[in-house]
Each structure stands twice: as C-alpha cells, then as structure tokens.
T-cell receptor, first 114, second 113 residues
Framework: KAGVTQTPRYLIKTRGQQVTLSCSPI?????VSWYQQTPGQGLQFLFE???????NKGNFPGRFSGRQFSNSRSEMNVSTLELGDSALYLC?????????????FGSGTRLTVV | QQQVKQSPQSLIVQKGGISIINCAYE??????FPWYQQFPGKGPALLIA?????SEKKEGRFTISFNKSAKQFSLHIMDSQPGDSATYFC????????????FGTGTSLTVIP
C-alpha cells in the first residue's frame, strides 16, 4: 500500500512569507501528526489531527497552524517565516489508538528560509 | 526543555561490534518507549518498542533494556553492520493520550567495515 506522502519535498522561502505543506496519510489512517526536525533538537511535536479536529498541540507559536480535511489529508501552514523555521517537517499517520506500532512517517518536506 | 535526553550524539563502531545508545526521561506518565531508525532523505521508521512492564525486549540483533527505577532505557545493536549506519531516535509517550511522542535528539551511528 502507498505510504505517507508529503509534498513538496523541498521548498525555499523568504523571511516574512508564508508556506503551506501537505500530507496525505496512508489509506484508512485518520490520525495525522506533524513534527519539526532540526539538527540538535531532534523531532519536536507540532500538532495532531484526528477526524478534522486538532487533538494535541505542541509548544510552538501561533504562526504554526494546521488543518485536516474530511479525507484525512492534512496541511500545515507557517506564516511570517523566520530563518529559524528552516527544518525538515515530517508528518506521520496512524490508526487511532495504534500508538507507535502503527505510526508511519513520510519522508518530509525540507523547508529553507532565506 | 528536552523531555527525553539521548546520548551519545554520534557513535562510530567497527563491524561486528556492539552499538549502545542511551536515553533518560523524567516524566513518570511516559509508559511507551519506541526507537526509530532514520536513513538520509527518509522519515524515521519504527525499529522496536517497549512497555515498562518488561525490563528487556529483543528483536533480532536489536535489544531494548529498560530500567524503570532509574528512568532510563537503551538500545543495543549486536553484531553491528554497515547497513545499520543511520540516525537513531528514542522516544516516549503516555500510552493513552493520542499520538504525541517526545523524541530524543538523535544519535548518528556509523559502522565501519
């Protein structure tokens, strides 16, 4: 079966711009989580969506937002980009209650802010 | 604040040797501890996971050792192979609060032939 698909794979944006990243989960997975990965910080949890509702939120500023559609696809948006937002953004999908056993990551979107 | 502390940051091991990566946590609500393996250009993939009701779990060459009283857990890779060269992340989660995982900062493992 197809894995978690993230688009685009690479993105270069200028400070102050906004960006939207997309994640298509594995078919049947209704939970989608987003993480920011940076060297030295590891993976930092952004938020989780389940059935179009944000279920958990990490400690990130309000410039980071997300949403989930009825087909479980999810988008995350970062407004007013800062240099420090340069990172690999990963999404993971899972069946509800599956925990890590069913937690499958996409290959990520590499965002560079210049 | 890093909820899961991981060490070492990088590790170089000879082929056939044992690779050991350590993690520590403080939050006693954590009760699920997975390890992830990440190759360049790929997302992390689940390697092995443990619940705190057991002290050790082994899957092939990979073993998790868990010390609940010390709030520490470690990954041992026996007979390390060049194909094991990757970045390894430990993580922790409260089992029943959705899919929010707290990750360590990662260990870059290089296995020398």
């Amino acid at each position: 079966k197809a894995g978690v698909t993230q688009t685009p794979r690479y993105l270069i944006k200028t400070r102050g711009q906004q960006v939207t990243l997309s994640c298509s989960p594995i078919s049947g997975h209704r939970s989608v989580s987003w993480y920011q990965q940076t060297p030295g910080q590891g993976l930092q949890f952004l938020f989780e969506y389940f059935s179009e509702t944000q279920r958990n939120k990490g400690n990130f500023p309000g410039r980071f937002s997300g949403r989930q559609f009825s087909n479980s696809r999810s988008e995350m948006n970062v407004s007013t980009l800062e240099l420090g937002d340069s990172a690999l953004y990963l999404c993971a999908s899972s069946l509800p209650g599956a925990g890590a056993l069913g937690y499958t990551f996409g290959s990520g979107t590499r965002l560079t802010v210049v | 604040q890093q909820q899961v502390k991981q060490s070492p940051q990088s590790l170089i091991v000879q082929k056939g040797g044992i690779s050991i990566i350590n993690c520590a946590y403080e939050n006693t609500a954590f009760d699920y501890f997975p390890w992830y393996q990440q190759f360049p250009g790929k997302g992390p993939a689940l390697l092995i996971a443990i619940r705190p009701d057991v002290s050790e779990k082994k899957e092939g060459r990979f073993t998790i050792s868990f010390n609940k009283s010390a709030k520490q857990f470690s990954l041992h890779i026996m007979d390390s192979q060049p194909g094991d060269s990757a970045t390894y992340f430990c993580a922790a989660s409260p089992w029943n609060t959705g899919n929010q995982f707290y990750f360590g900062t990662g260990t870059s493992l290089t296995v020398i032939p």
